[in-house]
């Protein structure tokens, strides 16, 4: 029999024996993390889908894996011979699969599920179409460990101290903002759920989650005393005690389920639904006051040591690219050579770069038409040989232990250009610009600002199915909340309004399948450009620095402020990097940056 | 005593023996109308403030009255000398009172009202502030009369057909519309309450409202009978007789309270939560589904019939136009002219066009500084005096049988032009054009569209304080539900997608205090422009026709698209109106029209 289906043959005869009519398995791990340590990859594990976004709900009958179009195609290459069934989400991240289940199951059903891989947040949701059919929830915090008997340990590598030379802020000076709010709130206490918000907190990063620095933990602000749920073996004495003076006790990570109870009985703590789990909720005796989490609203702006830091990690990024991009054209006058070595390549040429830690996610090597597959992720045996000539998309970024990048470039390795992909290019570029150089005024939101990287797609009948850019952390998570790029209202990247000092990625793009896919990336920071009569007015600057082809651009296409914005950015991307480069390689980023 | 005082006085006394703690005076009628006939102006004859939005509440010790920005000088200047005491709106139109009420009044307290004059969704606000101190809501139908003795009669004009020339679309035609959306929710009847709507449906006009051609009704259609609740007296034979080949009977108005009953009595009835007053909400017996308003919807998409009227109306109110500026600019060469003479003359000489019914709105216009107020309207005594100098703003429109106007021109009179001014006006003139050429997939909603008009002047560290279009009637309302352009995604014009065949203004401006007023507004039509492997890619064309003033132009501000889409325009203005006019008016509007 089939691994998987064995595993789910597993799944039937516990879920038999405890009575449970459904099982759900979601992607998340107790901290709503978008990405997850081997230890909670549980819907992996049953379905054999190895995506970062997707839910598996086992019945009796069904073994149903909702994810969205990003997937597909992978769902049908990993869950081949499975009895695995795929349903078409048609929001990415919608909680489609809720009211199926409810409709599934007859009155009075039981559906099993781990309270913490599920949202206080989802819960509610889920308990809208639940209880009219009287379907009961089942907490089953061990069931997975009895079928999945190698599991893998929760990560064990020694934590680190996120040092004040690229913090730019104390942990003593960030706990006093979450005390002044436990004050405000008139509350007792602070509780983080959110790795990302616990490790800019306490300063702590580690290497739980591939491509993302983090710390499995949970925290607890107090307005004395603070706590820090975490597997104590991993914190040095030193570090233990640097928390000690701070009042701050690191308890074992699973400790909290015996704290919580004790440390709320009586008192208000705050917290934030969107990451709290249910099991922390359900383990809560005292009032809580629900907030969207105001650690995210303070680690979104970033202070002048974190852009200072991310100015010298884009330099790194940048020189790297340089070596590599040189690197490539010339091994592809010899040889042609797959998207997956050219992948792994770019992250050597990355790893020999000061202070780099890691990728900061799994590099995007597009050649031609896989360009156009928008999560690409070129296999390690038989991915696309790249030849020199035709379009390569590569998305690529990189954890230094000063900052954290993200870049998007698309080139042309030679021969013919199309018009049609001159068009879609320039498109994307112009789109990109007006994006970049645009002033806007204090309270506009994502949703606005996404239209302007569109608008010159949509003059040519272009169009592009993804958000224009995200959030971007200090040695953090590449896609941090809050602020970002997107047509979509119901999102916080489209809902939230850019402040000054926020680092975001614009990315326009342009797919068409089997054929082409070009992608334009930079990090900006966001900052004030003005304060009049008419309020206060702010815009970007680009972070990143590394040039952008200009051989697939149809230059009558471009206003002249859009070529200026172009010369302006090579002559600075050549300023910042040549100082750094051997003469060969500045003669090569000379020809790169040439104004047109 | 002051009579406003007065009035208050007998509304305390009537209060007292009533034993209400608090009673309502909201500025709509039954209809949710945004303009009211006199009969209803109930809040103007309580507080003196005649502005088009506000609530009064009056308590034992208080007269409060509700209004937002564009009003609070009005109501300085309209309530001197009473007891009215002004609170600020911070957002117009949102019922900021409610809580104010709720805090202010003590448990257990009783607060009267007319149910009549507030929606359903209102009461439900309404209710969420009051059921937790278990205040209680009080329908108060007669206490108005009692003290309006003098009380306005409701309109008695006759009701005229909107013939099928002008409409497009029979009243069986729409009736089957609405009969399929009833048979598709398997309900029986579907109550319409908003006059536009009842006006669309039953395609009949009147002039019961100021500049808005609508006739107080209440519609009910069935899958077999409908009902129209009108004034019996003002429907001709011959229209009863053309209603009873359709099955519609017409009822006298007032029969809606006794006839809801009974005709809801154990069956389903779909309406509109946001239009039905609750005094009706209240007579339902039967089950009420909520949607929103279905002819709302129907009624946005103009047909093939309503835009060729439209655009010959169009002509008509360039034609208009034409023979006042040059009236204008002859007369101001011999004498200053109130702001307040010229609304009247710009008046007269649409009058002069045929089917010209009335105004669509009060001209706004605005001299200078008055230009900056954005609801300005001109005092009978004592408006500014029009010199051959300066900038002038005139915001007006008219209601002809076959479509309505709405047009903005900010002109310059004479002198020398300051920079600011220049920037300023080419600023909104670009983000005029900007939206008007742009082109965007279906789906894209206002509040993405509106971003475009303003990005030229965000770039200049400028802004307006308004949304920047709302739709339009045909014969109809001039602010017509649900489209526009707004950066408030919480309403329609911000959150609907625009549809082909839509009216909308295009109207963004620019606005300094006791300095200057600019403005360019038009009408466009949406349409398809193309459909691709992309999807569907709308676009606009405008239906205005009218030179825009090239004397306040910085030309070295204007991109090349820019420059020929404002000399294709002008173009096509001269080659629609120059056929009808004169020679001399034919050589005024060639120079106006002359490409840059």
Same mark, same amino acid.
């Given at each position: 029999m089939n691994i998987i289906n064995?595993?789910?043959? $597993?799944?039937?005869? /516990?879920?038999?024996a405890l009575k449970l009519d459904a099982y759900i398995v979601p992607s998340t791990d107790p901290h709503q993390s978008e990405y997850v340590c081997d230890y909670w990859k549980v819907r992996t594990y049953f379905s054999g889908f190895s995506g970062s976004a997707g839910t598996l709900v086992v019945t009796a009958n069904e073994a149903a894996l909702w994810t969205d179009g990003r997937y597909f195609l992978q769902v049908e290459q990993e869950c081949a011979g499975t009895d695995v069934h795929l349903f078409k989400q048609v929001v990415p991240h919608a909680p489609e699969h809720i009211p199926w289940i409810c409709n599934e199951l007859a009155e009075n059903a039981v559906i099993g599920l781990d309270y913490r891989q599920f949202s206080k947040s989802q819960i509610d949701y889920l308990l809208g179409f639940s209880t009219p059919k009287n379907i009961v929830l089942n907490h089953q915090p061990h069931l997975v460990n009895e079928i999945w008997t190698d599991r893998p340990a929760l990560p064990s590598e020694k934590v680190k101290v996120h040092s004040l030379e690229f913090s730019g802020e104390s942990t003593a000076s960030k706990l006093n903002k979450v005390k002044a709010e436990i004050e405000n709130q008139q509350a007792d206490y602070y509780l983080l759920?959110?790795?990302?918000?616990?490790?800019?907190?306490?300063?702590?990063?580690?290497?739980?989650?591939?491509?993302?620095?983090? !710390?499995?933990?949970?925290? !607890? !602000?107090?307005?004395? /005393?603070s706590y820090l749920f975490s597997d104590t073996n991993r914190y040095s004495s030193e570090l233990i005690e640097v928390f000690n003076t701070l009042n701050i006790e690191v308890l074992d990570y699973d400790l909290i389920a015996d704290k919580l109870p004790e440390l709320s009985k009586g008192k208000k703590i705050v917290t934030d639904a969107a990451s709290l789990n249910y099991a922390s909720f359900d383990a809560i005796e005292g009032e809580i006051i629900f907030q969207q989490s105001l650690v995210q609203q303070l680690k979104t702006i970033k202070n002048e040591v974190e852009i200072e830091n991310t100015k010298k990690c884009m330099l790194k990024d940048g020189l790297a690219m340089t070596k590599f991009f040189m690197w490539l054209e010339d091994e592809l006058k010899e040889r042609a050579?797959?998207?997956?070595?050219?992948? /792994?390549?770019?992250?050597?040429?990355? /790893?020999? $770069?000061?202070l780099y830690k890691d990728d900061s996610f799994a590099s995007i090597v597009g050649y031609q038409g896989n360009g156009a597959i928008i999560h690409y992720t070129a296999p390690e045996?038989?991915?696309a040989m790249v030849e020199n000539k035709g379009l390569l998309l590569i998305d690529s970024g990189a954890q230094y232990e000063n900052g954290t990048t993200d870049i998007t470039r698309t080139v042309w390795l030679g021969g013919e250009v199309s018009e049609e992909i001159k068009t879609a290019y320039t498109s994307v570029l112009k789109g990109h610009i007006e994006?970049? $150089?645009?002033?806007?005024p204090k309270g506009t939101v994502g949703m606005q600002l996404d239209a302007f990287a569109r608008m010159h797609l949509w003059k040519q009948g272009l169009n592009f199915p993804h958000g224009t850019g995200h959030g971007i952390g200090s040695?953090?998570? !590449?896609?941090?909340?809050?602020?970002?790029?997107?047509?979509n209202m119901t999102t916080s990247r489209g809902a939230e309004a850019h402040k000054p000092n926020q680092f975001t990625t614009i990315e326009p793009g342009c797919y068409k399948k089997d054929t082409y896919g070009i992608r334009i990336e930079n990090v900006v920071v966001s900052k004030v450009n003005e304060i009049n009569d008419f309020g206060e007015f702010y815009g970007f600057e680009?972070?990143?620095v590394f040039p952008i082809d200009t051989q697939l651009i149809d230059v009558t296409l471009l206003e002249k402020s859009q070529i200026d914005w172009l010369n302006n950015y090579h002559e600075k991307v050549y300023n910042t990097l040549s100082t750094k480069l051997k003469p060969s390689e500045k003669d090569w980023l000379k020809e790169k940056c040439k104004a047109l």
């Open positions: 064995t595993r789910i043959q $597993q799944l039937r005869e /516990k879920m038999k759920s959110s790795l990302d918000d616990i490790a800019w907190l306490f300063n702590i990063r580690s290497t739980d989650i591939d491509f993302t620095p983090l !710390v499995t933990a949970y925290g !607890v !602000v107090g307005k004395e /005393k050579i797959s998207e997956y070595e050219i992948g /792994k390549k770019l992250t050597s040429f990355r /790893k020999e $770069q000061p045996k038989g991915s994006l970049d $150089q645009m002033q806007f040695y953090g998570m !590449v896609h941090e909340p809050t602020q970002g790029f997107t047509s680009a972070l990143t």
